[in-house]
């Protein structure tokens, strides 16, 4: 760049007179183009500092929790990152060779490779604008609106305001009290099998229909009709591992879990015994389609408890377990799992958010969304070069523009080569 402007040779001399776009506080086209590079670095310097920030923050939550990054971040699409790295990567090199082509006097070439980096910001915003919409569809959101309809692995997901598509709880959550009033059951007390994975739940499950009563001063109901929903929906994890070619009938319920919706119950007893806390489930319907069910239907459950455990002898344990010389107090012993990296990550993902998964969003939609309207800046700053562009208005002597509107770009390219691994891959 340096030998750009020869502003004190005899072929390049532009001096105030020698180029309409110098301006008249600057001693010749040199002085303003070194000018102008030296504001640039400076604007680039705090955009780093700016951004710089954020990251910190990213660095402080990962550190103390990491377990909201590893649940999170499965459920942002790794293909559309990539895409939108490579279409960052190919518009800094389109940005570049623009510089190249006012350069030279290459005016076709100039607009051309204008037009493309334009077109690879509007593509970059396209695919975040489809990533965002899903988001804000399941709402996958960040802070207190984040409430997701599904896991990232495609479980339904108990939701405060319950009503996402295809689905349908008896959570009636109280947003003042921040509480579900009704829907909640704890789990030890509807588990008919608990030696069985999953809750062995016996409820008579029923979806009613149901209208607003006239001149009530407080929201009251009035039922409409009603519908028994017999059909079980499999466990998620046991329907997938044990029984993949196994077709749910719809609708159906099941139990869910989702300590965000149905916290857990604690007891003071147990807690001083270290036993911890008592797990409460919700009963959640599926209906297999996309459809939005309001507040006009509701979702009713009666769960009969379990019976009383019955005191088994030596003999009916060794029968049951195959164990034989079994004595009091000998556990039967049994091969165990041991899960592979693959198995717990798919685990992990069907099941529900960690605490504090809201804050991952947050983090996310402040640093990508910065980074999306440093994009649109810059499709402005592209649009206008590009009219000066067809105008004839960018020379070999005079191209300070083009080249202060592709180190921005470089840098914003920059910054998404760091969001996209932090965020996207972060397994």
């Known amino acids: 760049m340096s030998t750009a402007h020869e502003a004190h040779g005899a072929e390049h001399d532009l001096g105030h007179h020698g180029s309409p776009f110098v301006q008249h506080h600057y001693d010749d086209a040199q002085h303003q183009f070194d000018s102008g590079k030296l504001g640039i670095w400076l604007f680039l310097a705090q955009e780093v500092l700016f951004f710089s920030a954020l990251f910190v ?7 103390h929790h990491g377990e909201i990054y590893s649940y ?6 790794v293909k559309f990152g990539a895409i939108n790295t490579a279409v960052l ?5 389109t940005a570049a060779w623009a510089v190249r082509c006012a350069q030279r006097n290459e005016k076709r070439g100039l607009i051309a490779c204008i037009a493309l980096t334009l077109a690879c910001a509007w593509t970059f915003l396209g695919i975040k604008y489809v990533e965002y919409s899903h988001k804000v569809h399941e709402h996958i959101l960040f802070g207190s609106y984040f409430d997701p309809c599904v896991s990232p692995g495609g479980a339904e997901l108990l939701t405060k305001n319950n009503e996402c598509p295809g689905a349908k709880s008896t959570i009636e959550y109280d947003y003042g009290s921040e509480k579900a009033k ?6 030890s007390k509807l588990d008919m099998n608990p030696t069985e994975p999953g809750v062995q739940a016996d409820c008579e499950v029923s979806e009613i229909t149901r209208e607003k009563k006239a001149g009530a001063k407080d929201v009251e ?4 009709g009603r519908r028994a929903i017999t059909a079980r929906c499999p466990e998620p994890h046991i329907a997938e591992a044990d029984a993949p070619e196994e077709k749910e009938t719809f609708p159906c319920w099941r139990t869910a879990y989702q300590p ?7 007891d003071a007893e147990a807690r001083s015994h270290g036993t911890g806390t008592r797990p409460q489930v919700g009963i959640l319907v599926e209906y297999g389609d996309s459809a939005e069910r309001g507040e006009e239907i509701a979702i009713e459950a009666k769960c009969k408890a379990p019976p009383a455990p019955a005191a088994q002898s030596i003999d009916v344990l060794a029968s049951e377990t195959g164990e034989k010389n079994l004595k009091l107090g000998q556990g039967a012993i049994h ?7 693959e198995e717990e990550h798919a685990l992990e993902s069907i099941g529900p958010p960690p605490e504090h998964t809201g804050m991952f969003f947050t983090i996310y939609f402040a640093m990508t969304g910065l980074h999306g309207i440093h994009v649109l800046f810059g499709v402005f700053v592209f649009t206008w070069l590009l009219i000066r562009a067809a105008k004839g208005q960018f020379t070999k002597d005079y191209f300070g523009p083009v080249d202060y509107a592709a180190l921005y770009w470089h840098i914003v390219d920059l910054i998404w080569i760091f969001l996209f691994p932090l965020l996207y891959l972060i397994h």
């Open 57 to 63: 923050q990213y660095v402080l939550y990962r550190v």
């Open 72 to 77: 999170a971040h499965k459920w942002l699409q």
């Open 89 to 93: 990567i190919f518009s800094s090199l």
């Open 182 to 187: 009704t829907g909640c059951f704890e789990q």
């Open 221 to 224: 109901w009035v039922e409409k």
């Open 260 to 266: 965000a919706v149905c916290p857990d119950l604690t």
């Open 335 to 341: 091969p165990v799992h041991v899960e592979t990296a």
